[in-house]
């Protein structure tokens, strides 16, 4: 279930200016690319996404995944990618009861941007039941594996990361310009491959925003950890969906932020 592969297509070269401290020379800049996916969802287009342009099936299948539009691998009759006008089309098993119950009209589900869905907290599980007792040596030594493996930031600068983890260690990493994206990366896989989620990690380089929480809690996983800091009302939800959460992880420092009782502190 490793996955050590990176996809390097996404760099674009740009000639610049630079100023080393010392003089103005040109050079050359690696940049992130940019495109948009469009996802086609039961014959009607949802939505378009700008990201990257690497996993857009598994971006694709997460994101309907966290708008409530699919639940299980079953729910899906056909997945079509077509890499090259990078889109996505997903047909379910209901496509024929979901078209009906949205009228003859069809157009698009939501505009781009929307994520309403998953911020309803309605039939989420309470996750502070799950057992896990973390070693903080280790939250350290994941951080660092990820921030490595970050191989697309590291050489342009330009994206987030995320991974899955367990107690051994990171399963698989994603990378894209939007950190949304990467989790939704992440839930498309686990999604595809059937993963169990409720004894998994959720690593990531991006600040925890209430969204960012939402889709976590949304995929069932209890652990967050991150190198950057959350927001206020992100703590409060994280509090009331008893995850876990180890920010600012940087420079061998922690800080645990919710339910401290699934982190070997000694206290």
């Not at 674009?12 to 050359?28: I, L, Q, S, T």
């Not at 039939?123 to 057992?131: A, H, T, W, Y």
């Not at 990366?185 to 969204?211: A, F, P, Q, W």
Request: charged share 25%; hydrophobic share 40%.
């Amino acid at each position: 279930m490793i996955d050590l592969n990176h996809d390097l297509t996404g760099l674009e070269n740009c000639r610049v200016v630079r100023f080393d401290g010392v003089r103005f020379g040109e050079a050359e800049a690696p940049l992130i690319r940019e495109v948009s996916l469009r996802i086609v969802y039961n014959h009607d287009q949802v939505m378009t996404i700008a990201c990257a342009g690497n996993y857009l099936d598994e971006l694709a299948v997460g994101f309907l995944r966290s708008e409530g539009l699919l639940g299980t691998a079953s729910d899906i009759e056909k997945l079509e990618m077509r890499r090259e006008e990078r889109v996505v089309e997903i047909l379910t098993v209901d496509h024929r009861r979901v078209k009906a119950a949205a009228g003859q009209g069809g157009g698009a589900l939501f505009s781009s941007g929307a994520r309403g869905i998953a911020a309803k907290r309605a039939d989420k599980k309470n996750l502070g039941n799950l057992s896990m007792i973390i070693d903080p040596k280790k939250v350290l030594r994941w951080m660092e594996e990820l921030v490595d493996r970050s191989v697309l930031h590291n050489t342009s600068h330009g994206t987030h990361c995320s991974a899955l983890g367990d107690q051994e260690g990171i399963l698989i990493c994603r990378e894209d310009i939007g950190r949304h994206n990467t989790i939704d990366m992440i839930g498309g896989y686990t999604l595809l491959h059937n993963v169990d989620c409720s004894d998994k990690i959720l690593l990531t380089t991006g600040r925890i925003s209430s969204e960012m929480v939402q889709k976590v809690w949304n995929l069932g996983i209890p652990v967050i950890i991150t190198r950057s800091a959350p927001t206020a009302e992100a703590v409060r939800i994280l509090e009331g969906a008893g995850m876990t959460l180890i920010g600012y992880v940087r420079e061998g420092k922690m800080n645990i932020y919710t339910h401290q009782n699934r982190v070997d502190t000694g206290l």
